[in-house]
């Protein structure tokens, strides 16, 4: 049986996927079955933060499965408190706070909401009941759980899955007068992505980000961070918003979720709480003994991983790289004169390409896309030896590895224009 045939007999069919398989990769390439080569501006949905199969990783993995690769959490791994320790010390700037982990970002998030409840529960409403809504924003994402999903402002996503989770109440992205009108007795948190990246690879806004602020002191409450897809240096920087915010506009935020790139390809995911006081107690010790666990959060194989993924992004400068880099492609399609591409967004190398489907002359590709014009796009450059990721109905991300190198940037960047100017 070929691999695809595999996938359609035994695996649940839950993903939409390319007709495409792939069987190795280095760096910011990999080779499919048939041994065709492709740039990968993918990197497994942001996940690739060194590429595939760097040599830290490899010798991380090597190294510590010969040692120790899982243990339960009811005792200490130096490992896990070592990359407890840099999460705090080195990507949230010493500001004190604690680590909890997970697997997955969804896992990470499903922690935010819990210490949102346990937030509102020590911090009631006047008559003395819990809060327990948590605010996000439409066109977010933030899991394929059921609380993920009804977090998630996209209707799409919890279609079939009813009756919804409730709890959560939805303000348009950027709207910082339907953010305050939102904020009632019952909220307890703000949840937000610094960066949408299936909402269309969308920043947040200063005014947004200030209003959240200022609501936070107003009526008591937490702001959360989903920084899943957008964290540890994709967009210049390991904390996004201090790349995307401007200095005058830049907070800490209450907690922050991480995944994705955090394990450079290796499944952990992780939230910080900050040191805020709640009552008696700071924030990152709401969540005590029994109220929270994992049985594979921060494993010694995960945790030694990780770490090494994050002090070779600090060793190697992989966030300024990630910076220049995005400089880099906007200068380099500054002069580029494409009806269907309408904007670029985004931060370093997390950038949306957003088209207009009324300008793609492929009209009939554009109906067999069911009018996605990404997805059109996204066939075409993968045709052409591309891999990039589509995002909403209009928007193709590029999302390559924080170390791609100037000269693979130009060759995606020239298959990526004539593809476009085909369109």
Not at 320 to 345: K, T, Y
Not at 373 to 396: F, I, N, W, Y
Request: proline share 6%; with cysteine.
């Amino acid at each position: 049986m070929t691999t695809s045939d595999l996938t359609t007999r035994y695996i649940v069919p839950s993903y939409g996927r390319f007709p495409l398989a792939l069987a190795r990769g280095e760096g910011t390439r990999v080779w499919d079955e048939n041994g065709r080569e492709y740039l990968d501006f993918g990197a497994g949905i942001a996940v690739c933060s060194l590429g595939h199969c760097h040599p830290v990783i490899t010798r991380a993995l090597q190294e510590q499965a010969g040692i120790l690769i899982h243990t339960s959490n009811l005792y200490h791994t130096r490992p896990q408190g070592l990359l407890a320790k840099h999460l705090v010390e080195k990507v949230m700037g010493g500001q004190g706070g604690k680590i909890f982990f997970a697997n997955s970002g969804a896992e990470a998030n499903e922690g935010l909401y819990k210490l949102a409840r346990k937030f509102g529960h020590s911090r009631p409403t006047a008559l003395g009941t819990p809060r327990t809504e948590i605010i996000t924003c439409l066109e977010s994402f933030h899991g394929r759980t059921l609380a993920g999903i009804a977090a998630t402002g996209q209707p799409k996503f919890r279609d079939g899955f009813a009756p919804d989770m409730p709890g959560f109440r939805y303000v348009p992205y950027n709207d910082a007068d339907a953010l305050r009108a939102a904020v009632s007795d019952q909220t307890a948190a703000i949840l937000f992505e610094v960066i949408q990246g299936e909402g269309g690879i969308r920043p947040v806004t200063p005014a947004f980000a200030r209003e959240a602020l200022e609501l936070r002191e107003q009526h008591d409450l937490l702001i959360m961070f989903d920084d899943v897809q957008a964290g540890l240096g994709r967009t210049g920087d390991l904390r996004s918003w201090h790349s995307v915010l401007p200095p005058a506009d830049r907070f800490e935020p209450d907690a922050v979720s991480w995944a994705k790139g955090l394990g450079g390809g290796f499944p952990i995911g992780a939230f910080w709480a900050s040191e805020r006081a709640v009552d008696d107690r700071p924030l990152c010790d709401l969540l005590g003994p029994g109220t929270h666990a994992s049985t594979f959060g921060g494993t010694p194989l995960g945790s030694a991983v990780s770490l090494a993924v994050l002090e070779e992004i600090e060793r190697a400068g992989l966030c300024d790289h990630a910076l220049q880099m995005g400089q880099h492609i906007r200068q380099s399609i500054a002069g580029w004169e494409i009806p269907c591409l309408s904007e670029v967004r985004g931060q370093g190398l997390m950038l949306g390409f957003d088209l207009d489907p009324s300008a793609v002359q492929d009209t009939a590709g554009l109906a067999g896309c069911q009018g996605r014009a990404c997805l059109l796009a996204t066939q075409k450059l993968m045709s052409a030896g591309l891999l990039t990721v589509p995002s909403g109905e209009r928007v193709v991300r590029l999302l390559p590895p924080l170390n791609v190198s100037a000269a693979d940037v130009d060759a995606a960047l020239s298959i990526l224009r004539d593809v476009l100017t085909s369109l």
